[in-house]
């Protein structure tokens, strides 16, 4: 009997032309029903067709919260990490408090200070925290965590912490003081002249007037080395690579061989016509530049030390500088020509390797790479100015920069890679550029009068500066820091202790 009841029910809901039962209420026929009012609503529903009593909860007025047929499972909050980055956990969050607080606001106070201080400490013994302090939503913990293998595309503009990239870079310090000064009283300003020198002994040799003194760096003692008749002067001073002997060149035409730890000189060579006012060594051969033009080579180890004589020159040699590895000779002089010459124990050619002629003015600012044997730096006078970086290997010029000063030397610092430039007219200042890009680096200011000649300390820390204002000034500017400075090798023998007589 039942599956006759059943096919005819379903027959009835197939028909089109019938009211369906076991239906829901239209939703127009609910709007209608809840916008008249309660007497409104009895007479609509005894119009509507009639449903079962297991459907009874859908003729009400309100919107079904939930579609038939629909599974009827609660989807909770995924408690994952990282499931909503902006909805914390719910288990984060105590709702319990929230709601207490929310219903506190409208109860009534009725509580004694007494018990104002028991409820704080039992709030703070149980929760934590003063209840009367807390948020209606309080949050406990730390945030959720990222995904593992998360991307953060903003996290170079955005991060708080700094990446490797930009860590703070160490500084170097430089002073803009001289570390030392000392007086030089008498010392000839005469821009042609070389009148200080510093040994790899750590000596310092300065010529004042028809004096020579030492100054020792390590201990502060000054020796007065030698002197001329008062109507000469010296001319110039040079240290030989080792730092015992020290060779010196007068107005008289003569250059003397000194022996500094005897304080006896060893030799006075005589060959030039006319005062020496530059001089550089090459192990055992001293060079010599005068007045006349002529660049003299010595062998200090024979009798007849008079061995070449290099002729180009128009005008006074007033630079000279033997190459680091002793292949080349620069001479710069008054007639504002760069020659270079080879070394005159491989070649017994006296013609020069490389003539430059761009500067406008005198050169005697002379000074080799040490870290690049084939680069040679020089400088102009007054009427040049600038300074022209050179590759002897292919004679070209690399660089070129007006300094707007006259140049009176130069000097290579290895520390930092630099190029320490002494200037006269009308700044009379230090300035240090970086090689080799030639930026400045800095200025050194606080002579009175123009720079001229520079010298370096045997670990290249200290750069002294001779001026006409009649001083000596120490620079402290090139100095590393200790934690990176590299030990030196140990002090060397001289190659010509024994050969001088």
């Known amino acids: 009997m039942s599956q006759f009841v059943f096919e005819n029910d379903l027959q009835s809901v197939l028909k089109l032309d019938m009211p369906i039962t076991n239906a829901p209420m239209p939703r127009w026929q609910r709007k209608a029903s809840s916008s008249s009012g309660s007497g409104s609503t009895s007479a609509n529903t005894s119009s ?58 409208n109860a009534p106070c009725h509580t004694t200070p007494t018990e104002k201080d028991h409820q704080k400490a039992w709030s703070m013994n149980l929760n934590g925290y003063d209840i009367d ?18 991307q953060n595309n903003l996290k170079v503009l955005y991060s708080q912490k700094t990446t490797p990239a930009s860590t703070k870079k ?13 007086d030089a009283p008498e010392i000839r300003n005469d821009f042609y002249l070389n009148l200080i020198d510093w040994s790899s002994q750590n000596h310092v040799a300065v010529a004042l007037h028809n004096n020579v003194y030492l100054w020792n760096a390590a201990t502060g003692d000054i020796v007065l080395l030698m002197q001329v ?8 001073v040079s240290w030989i690579k080792e730092g015992n002997f020290l060779a010196v060149g007068a107005s008289d035409a003569k250059v003397q061989l000194w022996d500094v730890e005897s ?59 033997w190459s680091p590895d002793g292949k080349y000779l620069a001479s710069g002089a008054n007639d504002n020509l760069v020659y270079v010459w080879p070394n005159v124990q491989e070649s017994r050619d006296s013609t ?40 002897v290997s292919s004679g070209s010029c690399l660089s070129s920069l007006d300094t707007e000063s006259q140049v009176c030397s130069l000097v ?13 007219y009308a700044q009379n200042q230090l300035v240090l550029w970086k090689y080799p890009s030639m930026v400045k680096v800095a200025e050194l ?20 500066s001779a001026a006409a204002d009649e001083t000596l000034r120490f620079w402290k500017c090139c100095a590393l820091d200790p934690a990176k400075k590299e030990k030196t090798a140990t002090k060397s023998t001289s190659i010509i202790h024994q050969g001088i007589r």
């Open 412 to 424: 290579f610092a290895p520390n930092y890679k630099e190029l320490v430039s002494g200037h006269g």
């Open 229 to 236: 008749e008062s109507e000469e002067h010296i001319s110039s």
């Open 133 to 150: 302090e807390a948020k209606i939503v309080h949050l406990v913990g730390k945030p959720l965590n990222a995904p593992e293998g998360y």
């Open 445 to 464: 200011r606080g002579h009175q009068g123009r720079v001229l000649n520079l010298a370096l300390s045997p670990d290249g820390s200290t750069i002294v």
């Open 170 to 182: 160490t500084t170097r310090y430089m002073s803009s003081v001289p570390d030392k000064i000392l």
């Open 352 to 391: 020069p390797v490389h003539c430059f002629t761009q500067h406008q003015g005198a050169v005697k600012a002379l000074a080799w790479c040490p870290w690049q044997t084939n680069i040679l730096a020089s400088g102009g006078g007054t009427s040049d100015r600038h300074i022209r970086i050179w590759n």
């Open 48 to 105: 509507l067709t009639p449903v079962k009593a297991g459907n009874k909860s859908l003729s009400t007025s309100k919107t079904p919260g939930k579609t038939p047929g629909k599974n009827t499972k609660v989807q909770n909050t995924p408690s994952k990490a990282g499931g909503d980055r902006y909805i914390p956990s719910r288990n984060k969050q105590q709702l319990e408090v929230a709601s207490f607080l929310i219903s506190k606001e």
């Open 263 to 321: 304080q006896k000189r060893l030799r006075n060579m005589a060959s030039h016509t006319s005062r020496v006012a530059s001089l550089s060594w090459n192990n055992h051969v001293l060079s010599s530049g005068a007045r006349s033009g002529h660049i003299h080579h010595h062998d200090v180890r024979v009798a007849e030390h008079h061995i070449a004589t290099l002729s180009g020159h128009s005008q006074e040699v007033c630079g000279l500088k």
